[in-house]
């Protein structure tokens, strides 16, 4: 642990040195989020801005909170603390994330959701690709949980999986949309839909639910979303999994 503070120290201060003349006006804000999303193409950053520290880029990634070099050729992970309060700022800015990223529930688009799972008294909404591979093994830790209430939103990303709209689709008009959603993501084949009003319908619904999702800032799949609004991006193990689940505000 020791020996990661000091290089995160390291860059810390050799990144200052390097930029300590940038400005917010400087930074080219575009080409940072650029730049870590080609290391990282499965973060999915929601903003980046200057930080208290010139010179230094926030990144701020889901419920996370890193830093960059006005570049981001260099990511720090780590905190800053202010030593004259004592205030340790990215927790504290990683608080103001969670407690502003919030959705109401009963804004979700769940008209469009395939319901499976327990029968509460928990219950959970999941922005669902049905190409995506976190997604798989998220279904199987959610469906292993018996008092949960899955409501699984079909939320493909074209961008990374071609096709995944047509299987998302083809899912919602499957005669049990259920037997549909477990056999994709067991990686089975389903046979084509004859009715292409159906797909129509479910296309639709399905722009629909993504323009819900960009209006949310959500990017990227797994998504979930719990009663209360948090969001969480990303796979969680059963134990996070259920602790995430269990928190109330």
């Known amino acids: 642990m020791k020996q990661i503070y000091g290089i995160a120290f390291i860059l810390l201060f050799s990144t200052l040195s390097a930029f300590a003349a940038g400005t917010p006006s400087s930074l080219n804000f575009t080409n940072v989020e650029r730049t870590v999303h080609k290391a990282l193409p499965g973060t999915h950053i929601t903003s980046v801005q200057p930080s208290v520290i010139p010179g230094l880029v926030e990144i701020v990634a889901g419920p996370n909170v890193l830093y960059a070099d006005p570049t981001g050729s260099y990511l720090i992970v780590g905190s800053i603390y202010d030593m004259q309060t004592a205030t340790d700022l990215t927790a504290q800015r990683k608080h103001e994330v969670t407690q502003t990223a919030r959705i109401k529930w009963e804004d979700l688009p769940l008209e469009m959701a395939v319901k499976y799972g327990g029968q509460g008294p928990t219950k959970v909404a999941v922005f669902l690709d049905p190409d995506c591979p976190w997604c ?60 292409p009003t159906c797909l129509v319908r479910s296309n639709a619904a399905i722009d629909r639910v993504a323009a819900f999702a960009r209006s949310h800032d959500i990017h990227g799949t797994p998504t979930l979303v719990a009663p209360d609004g948090r969001v969480r991006p990303g796979y969680l193990q059963k134990k996070p999994l259920k602790a995430w689940l269990d928190a109330s505000n």
């Open 136 to 195: 798989k093994r998220l279904h199987e830790q959610l469906s292993a949980l018996d008092d949960v209430e899955v409501y699984a939103i079909m939320y493909p990303v074209e961008s990374l999986h071609a096709g995944a709209k047509n299987k998302a689709a083809t899912i919602l008009c499957h005669a049990n949309p259920l037997q549909a959603l477990n056999a994709v993501m067991a990686g089975k084949d389903l046979p084509a839909v004859s009715d």
